[in-house]
């Protein structure tokens, strides 16, 4: 948690929430546990939204994923140590599509640096030998937060309607919603 206090960190965070605004469309890539907070985030994007997709699976079935990523699209990536195929597929492709990347990593950043817009460093935890997230976890949770505020009608507006869709199915949800009902 330390990282995300320091001055460096802010600036770049400040840079990434510039780039994942500003696109189009955003992909998220997480396999593994990062995988799930790859939907996760992809999830809550597309709640305040902003358009995203989870690029979430491994192996071949990856490349599906990856003929979403377009001109004017922004990829996010969490990954770990070792640099694997997946990963560097995903940033040989999106550099031949002119997408900026945004690395979340603890130890990839020193070989991406060529092939990546920029760089959170965000080490894992460590329970023995259970690799943890909860860094992470929160640098996703703050990077929402500060998409959300940096287009606040656009988030409200997309949460309303989402909550208006809540309802439509289950009609004690229009009594959840993010604007007083009469």
Request: net charge positive.
């Amino acid at each position: 948690m330390e990282v995300l206090r320091c001055k460096e960190f802010a600036v770049s965070f400040e840079r990434c929430i510039d780039i994942l605004a500003k696109a189009a469309r955003r992909h998220v890539f997480g396999i593994g546990p990062s995988g799930a907070m790859a939907d996760y985030a992809s999830l809550q994007f597309n709640r305040i939204g902003l358009p995203s997709s989870a690029l979430s699976a491994s192996g071949i079935a990856l490349a599906d994923r990856m003929l979403w990523i377009s001109k004017g699209d922004a990829v996010l990536v969490m990954a770990y140590a070792p640099l694997y195929r997946e990963v560097e597929v995903l940033l040989d492709h999106a550099g031949k599509h002119g997408v900026p990347v945004i690395l979340i990593s603890d130890d990839l950043g020193p070989l991406t640096t060529d092939k990546v817009a920029e760089v959170l460093p965000v080490p894992r935890g460590n329970a023995g030998h259970l690799a943890m997230h909860a860094g992470t976890l929160v640098l996703i949770e703050s990077l929402i937060v500060a998409l959300a505020a940096k287009a606040k009608d656009s988030a409200i507006n997309s949460l309303d309607q989402l909550s208006q869709l809540r309802g439509a199915i289950d009609k004690t949800w229009s009594k959840r919603g993010t604007r007083k009902r009469k």
